[in-house]
Structures are given as structure tokens and as C-alpha cells.
């Protein structure tokens, strides 16, 4: 596409998400030195999570931690259906560092439906990213049928190190359409219109309408300073193409102690609402658009709590879809947005 070096980080044409991330050009030995324990410094500091951190009196998001609220949560996440636009389906995609939790969340969200904890996406745990290619998952329920008004889409992590990782341009051209499902990506073959399977005029239903961030809450102290910025330009990028934003805080049941113990006290845990304003402030976006989630990691079954706590993810997630649909409606007229929904 002619568009190739428009849509890349920094200056490098299609350069990879991590050239921002990487190390400097060569430079004399003290030098070298000297920016290699600069890089290595934390982005943020802050004290260090320990079991000492107080527990608040109340919740500083209202939650029922209920069977009634899971129940009422599945049924408005499996009935849903976009607003406005000859649409079935919403594709949300989800995009973040290596070992983040991207593949942990949708197997997890799998797993609440499912009725038992299930590893649906492949889930890996290494340095490089697990996932290469473009894979959409439709959530199933306990009966084996499709929750057919949601797709999360999952695809290789940012930051996988000097010779890999998605390029901006890559990232773009998924949430345009052009990418065909199953797509493996390749630094040294970026996404063209000679790529097999690439969709050139992308109808409504093959584009991204909405994307999910995923940051590691057990990282926001010690994720590279390049990061925030490769992040925000990416943001930028998305905004101008008028996809909404939104963001999951995951791994927090390993920096609150009672959180791990209980999903329900995520809401009243000075620590994770210290964590979010970092992970705000990392992706220059409100908190109001950042959810923490806690994954089914070694659990071997559902927690009534931590169901609860994924579900209103998900929902939150299904908000922002929504309005892509309505600013994206043949006859759309401006509605009233129910702001009631939206987090604080």
C-alpha cells in the first residue's frame, strides 16, 4: 500500500512497534553504558505492592458480587446485537505488550460461558509472543452455541523485541479490514494489497469497531519509557479513524493481596486504583475507560466473583462498540448517551 511509511512509529518506514523500545544506535562504550541502565530505569515509581496497602470501607465502583448480577450480565452480553448498521457481529480487538493477558482474557470470558475454566485460546508464557496471526474467537455457551453479536480478535503482542512485533502499519490495517482471518505476520512482509486473502474494499462488518488496550498491572512500574509514547501515537492513529478506546488492568490478583483471595475487594484495593491511575496515565486515557480484570490462570474452577468482575468487562467493552455503530449509522441521529453505565 502507498501508505506503508505514512503508518509507522517514529521515523523508520514500517518499522516494528518495538523500534521505539529498542536500544540506541551505536555509540562509544560509557555512552552505550550509561543509556542501557537509562532504558532499564521503571517508567513509573511508585511504592512497591505489598500486603500492607489498605483495604477502602466501600467500593469506589458500585458492584454486586451476585449470581443475580453474573445471570443478568450473560443475558445482556449473549443477546446483544449492534445498534443502527446492517451489522451482526462486533469486533473488538485487543492489543498489548507480550504476556499481557490478551489470550487469558478471551479464554477466561470463554470459560464464564462455558461453565467451566477452559483454555480456548492458545495461552502462552514466554518472552516472545505466543500468538503470530490474526484469530477472532466467537464466545460459546454451555450448549455449544455461538454468542453471535461479539468476536474478540487476538493477535501478536507489542513489544516482542528487535526483530518482531506488529508495525503500525500492520495494526492499522487490521482495524481498516484489509486483514484476512488467519493472516501470520511477518516484519519482513507488512501487510499489502498482494497479500493473499487481502480484502480491498472492507465492507463494515470485516473492520475493528472498537479496541481494547491490555496492560499487565504487575509491569506498569517497569515497562520500557518508549512504550507510553508508541501507545499514544497509536491512539492517535485509532481516534482519527473514529474507533473507540478502552483498556483492561489485568494480573491484579498478583499486586493485592485480598484481591487474589476475593475479586469482590478489587473496587475497595488502594492498590489497584493506584495501579489504574498509572496504567491511565501510561495510555493517555481517563480511568473511566479502564477496567481491572482478574484471569483464570491455575484455577481449575469459576469464581462466582471473578466472573462478575470479567463479565462487566466485557459489557464495558460492548459500550464503546455500540457507539462506533451509532456514529456509523445510515440515519444516525445523535442519541442520549445512558451515561449511567459508564464507570466513574
Known amino acids: 500500500m502507498e501508505e506503508r511509511n505514512k503508518y509507522s512509529f517514529g521515523v523508520q518506514p514500517a518499522s516494528s512497534l518495538t523500534a521505539i523500545l529498542s536500544a540506541p544506535q551505536s555509540k562509544s562504550a560509557s555512552d552505550s553504558s550509561a543509556e542501557k541502565n537509562k532504558i532499564q530505569d521503571p517508567v513509573f515509581t511508585f511504592p512497591s505492592f505489598s500486603e500492607g496497602k489498605p483495604i477502602l470501607k466501600s467500593q469506589w465502583r458500585n458492584v454486586e458480587w451476585t449470581e443475580e448480577e453474573k445471570k443478568t450480565l450473560m443475558e445482556t452480553i449473549s443477546s446483544y446485537s449492534p445498534s443502527g448498521v446492517d451489522v451482526t457481529q462486533a469486533r473488538v480487538l485487543l492489543l498489548g505488550p507480550v504476556s499481557s493477558g490478551k489470550s487469558s482474557f478471551i479464554s ?123 501507545f499514544q501515537q497509536l491512539r492517535e492513529y485509532i481516534c482519527d479513524l473514529g474507533v473507540h478506546q478502552v483498556a483492561l488492568l489485568t494480573h491484579i490478583d498478583k499486586i493485592c493481596e485480598a484481591t487474589a483471595k476475593d475479586a469482590s475487594q478489587v473496587y475497595r484495593s488502594s492498590v489497584i486504583r493506584e495501579a489504574m491511575n498509572k496504567a491511565g496515565a501510561l495510555l493517555g486515557m481517563s480511568t473511566s475507560y479502564i477496567v481491572p480484570v482478574k484471569n483464570y490462570s491455575s484455577q481449575l474452577d469459576l469464581d462466582v466473583n471473578t466472573d462478575v468482575l470479567l463479565l462487566h468487562a466485557v459489557d464495558h467493552i460492548l459500550q464503546y462498540a455500540d457507539l462506533y455503530f451509532q456514529d456509523n449509522a445510515p440515519t444516525y441521529t445523535r442519541a442520549k448517551v445512558d451515561v449511567g453505565r459508564v464507570f466513574p
Not at 462455558?114 to 454451555?142: D, H, P, W
Not at 493477535?155 to 484476512?180: A, F, N, W, Y
Not at 501487510?191 to 470485516?206: A, H, I, M, N, W
Open 108 to 230: 477466561s470470558i470463554q470459560s464464564v460461558f462455558n461453565g467451566r475454566v477452559t483454555n480456548r485460546a492458545m495461552v502462552g508464557n514466554f518472552s516472545t509472543s505466543f500468538t503470530k496471526k490474526l484469530q477472532s474467537y466467537n464466545i460459546r455457551s454451555e450448549t455449544g452455541e455461538n454468542i453471535d453479536g461479539l468476536a474478540l480478535c487476538d493477535v501478536m503482542g507489542v513489544g516482542d523485541g528487535e526483530m518482531t512485533g506488529l508495525t503500525l502499519h500492520d495494526i492499522l490495517s487490521i482495524i481498516k479490514g484489509h486483514v484476512p482471518e488467519g493472516h501470520k505476520f511477518t516484519l519482513d512482509q507488512p501487510v499489502c494489497c498482494e497479500t493473499v486473502g487481502y480484502v480491498k474494499r472492507p465492507s463494515l462488518q470485516d473492520k475493528i469497531h472498537c479496541v481494547v488496550f491490555v496492560v499487565d498491572a504487575t509491569k506498569i512500574m517497569t515497562y520500557p519509557k518508549g512504550l507510553r509514547s508508541t
